[in-house]
């Protein structure tokens, strides 16, 4: 704009300097040719469009007239239009050299912002007061009614809509004591039915597959109760409850033999397999990635693959609830070396005949 200003202002004098030779006859010529012209231009456009500039160099050459001389001016806008462009022009100037200070309670810094929505977060039965209590606590100075206002900006409710546990907040709190588990069924290439029994830990993801039978009994779920209980020993597991659904073959012995070592059994609700998630994903991911794509020929052939699936779920398999690790394994140190990254050397290593890789550099 300042240079297309620059411009218009250079031209207009060049349009001085040509008039002052010219007689006082041709130039009452030329301005009633010129205002013919806008006369034929007004009869043309019905809102002409002027830039910033073509405003800024109007109101700069006719604001010195006096308003009286500016209505009988032929003009393609207004005379206000002139004088109200005039004053916004001083108005901008005077806004870049005396800016008005901010009014009204300076704004709440970022972190105590952050700060207040994780404590809300973490308690759900603080309302805004106790947030402001415990803010003091920590010599943050801010009044109660800025922590109010950041909750309501974020949509929190007040404490006692957010004291209400859900399930998920249940499970997610108590991971570590937590087991879960559950019986499923699959078919062979013939058509049998199996069905397998498995135990999945919470809090690592870690998964135990204990057993498959083409005729599940009572007792051979209490046997399998054993198995479990000498494996969590073994492993150093201190669970304290066992997910399980109200399936018939899941008898008192099976129940009396947990809690004689701690383990509190607690039964999902009829229909409702959220309780059991964890559990129900596992086997979706179970059926998704191995049974879906392995024509299973009897219990020996779907045992084996089980076993390799478990052993890959634990030890290779990234979880995203474990930051992309594994159950049984760590995620390594990042390459830090740009000269290993542009030469990678990545091999890949088949189980069940290919149906499921694993990728690892070259040693």
């Given at each position: 704009m300042?240079?297309?200003?620059?411009?218009?202002?250079?031209?207009?004098?060049?349009?001085?300097?040509r008039?002052?030779?010219?007689?006082?006859?041709d130039?009452?010529?030329?301005?009633l040719?010129?205002?013919?012209?806008?006369?034929?231009?007004?009869?043309?456009?019905?809102?002409?469009?002027?830039?910033d500039?073509?405003r800024?160099?109007?109101?700069?050459?006719?604001?010195?007239?006096?308003?009286?001389?500016?209505?009988?001016?032929?003009?393609l806008?207004?005379?206000?239009?002139?004088?109200?462009?005039?004053?916004?022009?001083l108005?901008?100037r005077?806004?870049?050299?005396?800016?008005p200070?901010?009014?009204?309670?300076?704004?709440t810094?970022?972190?105590?912002?952050?700060?207040?929505l994780?404590l809300?977060?973490?308690?759900?039965?603080?309302?805004?007061?106790?947030?402001?209590?415990?803010?003091?606590?920590?010599?943050?100075?801010?009044?109660?009614?800025?922590?109010?206002?950041?909750?309501?900006?974020?949509?929190?409710?007040?404490?006692?809509?957010?004291?209400?546990t859900t399930?998920?907040?249940?499970?997610?709190?108590?991971?570590?004591?937590?087991l879960?588990?559950?019986l499923?069924?699959?078919?062979?290439l013939t058509?049998?039915?199996?069905?397998?029994?498995?135990?999945?830990?919470h809090?690592?993801?870690?998964?135990?597959?204990?057993?498959?039978?083409?005729?599940?009994?009572?007792?051979w779920?209490v046997?399998l109760?054993?198995?479990?209980?000498?494996?969590?020993?073994?492993?150093?597991?201190?669970?304290?409850f066992?997910?399980?659904?109200?399936?018939?073959?899941?008898?008192?012995?099976?129940?009396?033999?947990?809690?004689?070592t701690?383990?509190?059994?607690?039964?999902?609700?009829?229909?409702?397999p959220?309780?059991?998630?964890?559990?129900?994903?596992?086997?979706?991911?179970?059926?998704r990635?191995?049974?879906?794509?392995t024509?299973?020929?009897?219990?020996g052939?779907?045992?084996?693959a089980?076993?390799?699936?478990?052993?890959f779920?634990?030890r290779?398999r990234?979880?995203?609830?474990?930051?992309?690790?594994?159950?049984?394994?760590?995620?390594?140190?990042?390459?830090?070396?740009?000269?290993?990254?542009?030469?990678?050397?990545?091999?890949r290593?088949?189980?069940?005949g290919?149906?499921?890789?694993?990728?690892?550099?070259?040693a």
């Amino acid at each position: 704009m300042l240079l297309r200003l620059a411009y218009l202002a250079a031209t207009n004098i060049f349009a001085l300097l040509r008039l002052l030779p010219m007689s006082d006859r041709d130039k009452d010529i030329e301005i009633l040719a010129l205002r013919h012209q806008l006369l034929v231009l007004q009869s043309q456009i019905a809102k002409p469009a002027f830039t910033d500039t073509d405003r800024a160099i109007l109101a700069g050459l006719l604001h010195h007239l006096p308003r009286e001389k500016l209505r009988h001016l032929l003009l393609l806008v207004r005379p206000d239009t002139i004088l109200r462009w005039h004053r916004n022009l001083l108005k901008r100037r005077h806004a870049t050299t005396c800016a008005p200070k901010r009014r009204g309670r300076p704004p709440t810094v970022r972190s105590i912002r952050v700060l207040v929505l994780r404590l809300a977060r973490e308690n759900a039965s603080w309302g805004y007061r106790r947030i402001h209590g415990e803010l003091a606590a920590l010599g943050i100075k801010v009044a109660a009614s800025t922590v109010w206002e950041i909750l309501r900006e974020h949509g929190i409710p007040p404490a006692p809509e957010r004291q209400s546990t859900t399930w998920a907040d249940f499970l997610r709190s108590r991971a570590e004591a937590l087991l879960a588990c559950d019986l499923f069924e699959t078919r062979t290439l013939t058509g049998a039915r199996m069905y397998v029994f498995a135990v999945i830990e919470h809090s690592t993801r870690r998964v135990r597959i204990l057993g498959a039978t083409a005729h599940p009994t009572a007792e051979w779920i209490v046997r399998l109760g054993r198995n479990l209980l000498m494996d969590l020993e073994d492993a150093g597991t201190r669970a304290s409850f066992l997910i399980r659904d109200r399936d018939s073959k899941f008898t008192a012995a099976f129940d009396t033999l947990l809690a004689e070592t701690g383990l509190k059994v607690v039964t999902t609700g009829i229909r409702i397999p959220r309780m059991n998630s964890l559990m129900e994903r596992w086997i979706q991911t179970c059926r998704r990635e191995l049974l879906d794509r392995t024509l299973i020929w009897n219990q020996g052939h779907l045992l084996h693959a089980l076993r390799e699936f478990e052993t890959f779920y634990n030890r290779h398999r990234p979880h995203r609830a474990l930051g992309q690790a594994a159950p049984l394994r760590q995620l390594p140190a990042p390459i830090a070396d740009p000269g290993q990254i542009s030469h990678l050397d990545v091999r890949r290593r088949d189980r069940l005949g290919g149906t499921l890789h694993e990728y690892q550099h070259a040693a």
